[in-house]
């Protein structure tokens, strides 16, 4: 039959502010996930991920008594008994469970005082020499942990810490995702608010060529990261003659561009066996066809425009 819980330990004279209660069973078992959380002052999940932590050097596993107390089902219960308990709240890391380590183990030690089946083991901590058993007798030469656990603590709050900032990372990347996902809705919606108002402008509601050129460069500059690019790879993003000139302070002649031009399809031909696509351009007032470049010809480009400007 399940034991009945018939008590509680409170630390309220330790924790201000959240529940200080530690159920206790009938047979004097201690919820250990209940003590890891008035220490710490961690919920329940993050209090059970604490207790698995631990290693065997800290606190061996089978101190750990795991018992099913829920009758509907569920995982077990995992119990401490008092004298672990003294052990138990010597070595949990984080640094409330630090500052009041000895403030718990007298709470503790006063509740096994006053448990008549606990005297004659208390009798026997009162002769051992063990720090644990000096700890219970409030020996403050026992109250100082081994390097080694000392050690192993700092671990703990090293390896906890770090798995919190990769949490806040991970969130503010999410939220980051979300906004520039919301930006870019917002964006397009405009962006097709303009083209029906200026549908509606036009003769028979048919946009010209040019308007249609310009509304189509708008909607590729406000996705061109997406559509045009590979994450940081940019040497799919489109350049044309004009504007790598421009970039380079060059001045040419309409008449040097479209020698240029000739030029850089030949080049381009020769380079990958191909012609280079065509995309739209409004030129000389007109929607024309020409030729497409990426980042990847630039410095072919660049040759051919300094070529041309001499």
Known sequence: ?????TTTISFKDIVQGRDATVRVTSDKLIYAVDLVMVMTGKDRNQSGLVLRRLTDDLLQSHKLIDRQISKTGGHPTKLVSFQDALELVMVLPGKVAKETRTKFADIIKRYMG??????????????????????????????????????KLEELEIAERIEQLERIKTDRIKQTKLFELSFESKQIEMHNARIQAYEYLCIDKKIDDRARLVFKDSLLNMTGTQLLTNGDDTSNKPITLSTVASDMGLRLTNVQLQKAGLMMRKCYMEKYNKAPEKHEQFVDGAVRKVNSYTEKDKDMMENILKECAN
Not at 1 to 5: F, G, L, N
Not at 117 to 138: C, D, F, I, W
């Open 114 to 151: 006053g448990d008549s089946s606990m005297v004659t083991e208390l009798e026997a901590n009162a002769k051992s020499t063990s720090p644990l058993a000096q700890m219970a007798r409030g020996d403050n030469t026992g109250l100082e942990i081994q390097e080694s656990h000392k050690r």
């Open 1 to 5: 039959m399940d034991p009945v819980e």
